[in-house]
């Protein structure tokens, strides 16, 4: 090739150059714009087609999906127009999967402020996790984190904390103060880890009563069905004839989970195939796929009552057990206030590499109860003790709950709340460990092909 060109050949080459360059990359950007815009309007059409509210949602052409920067932000908006639904998400695929598989990535550690003091407590550790592996346990004080003392009247540090632990920073190091007050730090890493959702059992004797008290922390998948399973035969082989749930910190999970969970609680008259133990009603466009699906007692348990453990933070698929065993059984809550309040869920919807989880559903028990969006009042107003570690007989809310399985009454003693910390300090203390709890999804959903509607059906595959 002859390179010896003149400047006004040499100037032409480059000037076909640049406009062909110019030319490959706006088609390729054109491309992108499209393949994303397919994402945004795809995404939206089929929130619009099985949402539970689809007549809040405007024309795709009103909404205008292609405006918006991803397929959160279309989520986020879908939202804006019922206030009810605070829920709808996205997240891509491999997020999806790695909940099925019972994994998460994190410090594998929650904290909670206390009333009354600018304390900062560990609520629960996975005990596969950073700081599981590390030694953290619960009610250990959190003093410092990244050499930072963490004051809760200072929006920036609530911020910090915040940005912490569900931000993008993937280590830190934290300061920890035990019970005997000794100080020791650990440097922890977000890491990928198998949850250990049966985070603590014991079986109490009270007299002729065998009390078995688990602590269950998320509905997750086979790995936690297998927990479950291990949980209550080790109950069947001591010969419980009580049983507290501790939800406190149950956010929810797979409606596969809990139909495992309420099949083994129930009490045996409600037989197999017999009983209804929940109802999906969908949006108006879709009431023919309205079904009940009805208990499948498995196990020798035979409770005439339960006790379940709960706080704002209990939500969602651990409502639902709670709703579907209430019509069959004597239901008690002991806890703080009330639970968190959502009577709806949502399939995995896939849309190009993510999947959409618009609500789609609510459930109904036997009895028609549906709409607890304030969620269920306790029995029992027992402040959350994160001064004692889960099991401790001194713990108040399980010292309360087997009080009243030996005693069939609450106690009239029971701390409801710290008696020199003022309401308002309590409520301050609720919403910043409400702003932290809302962090971390609150979620019901249905990932059975066979219980999906047919479009969902058809998308899975």
Same mark, same amino acid.
């Given at each position: 090739?002859?390179?010896?060109?003149?400047?006004?050949?040499?100037?032409?080459?480059?000037?076909?150059?640049?406009?062909?360059?110019? &030319?490959s990359?706006?088609?390729?950007?054109?491309?992108?714009?499209?393949?994303?815009?397919? &994402?945004?309007?795809?995404?939206?059409?089929?929130?619009?087609?099985?949402?539970?509210?689809?007549?809040?949602?405007?024309?795709?052409?009103?909404?205008?999906?292609?405006?918006?920067?991803?397929?959160?932000?279309?989520?986020?908006k879908?939202?804006?127009?019922?206030?009810?639904?605070?829920?709808?998400?996205?997240?891509?695929?491999?997020?999806?999967e790695?909940?099925?598989?019972?994994?998460s990535?994190?410090?594998?550690?929650?904290?909670?402020?206390?009333?009354?003091?600018?304390?900062?407590?560990?609520?629960?550790?996975?005990?596969?996790?950073?700081?599981? &592996?590390?030694?953290?346990?619960?009610?250990?004080?959190?003093?410092?984190?990244?050499?930072?003392?963490?004051?809760?009247?200072?929006?920036?540090?609530?911020?910090?904390?915040?940005?912490?632990?569900f931000?993008?920073?993937?280590?830190?190091?934290?300061?920890?103060?035990?019970?005997?007050?000794?100080?020791?730090?650990?440097?922890?890493?977000?890491?990928?880890?198998?949850?250990?959702?049966?985070?603590?059992?014991?079986?109490?004797?009270?007299?002729?009563?065998?009390?078995?008290?688990? &602590?269950?922390?998320e509905?997750?998948g086979?790995? =936690?069905?297998?927990?479950?399973?291990?949980?209550?035969?080790?109950?069947?082989?001591?010969?419980?004839?009580?049983?507290?749930?501790?939800?406190?910190?149950?956010?929810?999970?797979?409606?596969?989970?809990?139909?495992?969970?309420?099949?083994?609680?129930?009490?045996?008259?409600?037989?197999?195939?017999?009983?209804?133990?929940?109802?999906?009603?969908?949006?108006?466009?879709?009431?023919?796929?309205?079904?009940?699906?009805?208990?499948?007692?498995?196990?020798?348990?035979?409770? =005439?009552?339960?006790v379940?453990?709960? =706080?704002?933070? =209990?939500?969602?698929?651990?409502?639902?057990?709670?709703?579907?065993?209430?019509?069959?059984?004597?239901?008690?809550?002991?806890?703080?206030?009330?639970?968190?309040?959502?009577?709806?869920?949502?399939?995995?919807?896939?849309?190009?590499?993510?999947?959409?989880?618009?609500?789609?559903?609510?459930?109904?028990?036997?009895?028609?109860?549906?709409?607890?969006?304030?969620?269920?009042?306790?029995?029992?107003?027992?402040?959350?003790?994160?001064?004692?570690?889960?099991?401790?007989?001194?713990?108040?809310?399980?010292?309360?709950?087997?009080?009243?399985?030996?005693?069939?009454?609450?106690?009239?003693?029971a701390?409801?709340?710290?008696?020199?910390?003022?309401?308002?300090?309590?409520?301050r203390?609720?919403?910043?460990?409400?702003?932290?709890?809302?962090?971390?999804?609150?979620?019901?959903?249905?990932?059975?092909?066979?219980?999906?509607?047919?479009?969902?059906?058809?998308?899975?595959?």
């Amino acid at each position: 090739m002859n390179l010896n060109l003149r400047p006004k050949s040499l100037l032409k080459c480059l000037v076909f150059y640049f406009t062909l360059v110019s &030319v490959s990359f706006t088609a390729c950007k054109k491309k992108d714009y499209e393949v994303e815009s397919n &994402v945004l309007d795809s995404a939206y059409l089929k929130t619009k087609d099985i949402y539970l509210w689809t007549e809040k949602l405007p024309s795709i052409t009103s909404f205008k999906p292609r405006n918006l920067p991803d397929i959160y932000e279309l989520m986020a908006k879908v939202r804006s127009y019922q206030p009810l639904d605070q829920w709808s998400f996205a997240e891509t695929k491999e997020e999806t999967e790695q909940s099925e598989k019972g994994a998460s990535t994190d410090f594998g550690f929650m904290v909670k402020f206390v009333p009354g003091s600018n304390e900062i407590r560990v609520s629960y550790v996975y005990a596969n996790s950073s700081a599981g &592996v590390a030694g953290v346990k619960r009610s250990w004080r959190v003093s410092k984190i990244n050499g930072r003392i963490i004051n809760r009247s200072v929006q920036a540090d609530i911020d910090y904390i915040n940005d912490v632990f569900f931000g993008k920073p993937m280590s830190a190091q934290f300061e920890f103060i035990k019970p005997d007050e000794t100080a020791v730090e650990h440097a922890l890493q977000k890491s990928t880890y198998t949850l250990n959702t049966v985070l603590y059992s014991k079986v109490y004797l009270r007299g002729d009563r065998k009390i078995g008290y688990f &602590v269950f922390n998320e509905f997750s998948g086979a790995t =936690s069905v297998a927990e479950l399973v291990s949980t209550i035969n080790e109950f069947q082989n001591q010969g419980v004839n009580e049983v507290v749930v501790d939800l406190r910190y149950n956010r929810g999970g797979f409606v596969s989970t809990q139909d495992t969970l309420a099949n083994m609680l129930a009490p045996k008259a409600v037989g197999r195939a017999q009983k209804v133990m929940y109802t999906y009603v969908f949006n108006k466009k879709y009431t023919s796929w309205n079904e009940s699906y009805k208990f499948y007692k498995v196990g020798n348990l035979d409770l =005439s009552r339960i006790v379940f453990i709960v =706080s704002p933070s =209990s939500a969602s698929a651990s409502e639902l057990l709670i709703n579907n065993l209430d019509p069959v059984m004597d239901v008690k809550l002991i806890g703080e206030t009330r639970t968190y309040g959502k009577p709806v869920g949502f399939f995995p919807i896939p849309v190009f590499q993510y999947n959409i989880f618009p609500v789609s559903f609510k459930s109904v028990n036997s009895l028609g109860k549906a709409d607890f969006f304030a969620g269920f009042p306790v029995d029992k107003n027992v402040a959350d003790d994160l001064v004692h570690d889960f099991g401790d007989e001194s713990e108040a809310n399980l010292k309360e709950a087997l009080f009243y399985l030996s005693n069939n009454v609450f106690s009239a003693i029971a701390p409801d709340r710290i008696s020199s910390v003022s309401s308002a300090e309590v409520q301050r203390v609720s919403e910043l460990n409400n702003e932290i709890a809302d962090h971390l999804p609150s979620v019901t959903v249905e990932n059975r092909p066979s219980r999906m509607p047919p479009f969902v059906r058809r998308l899975q595959k």
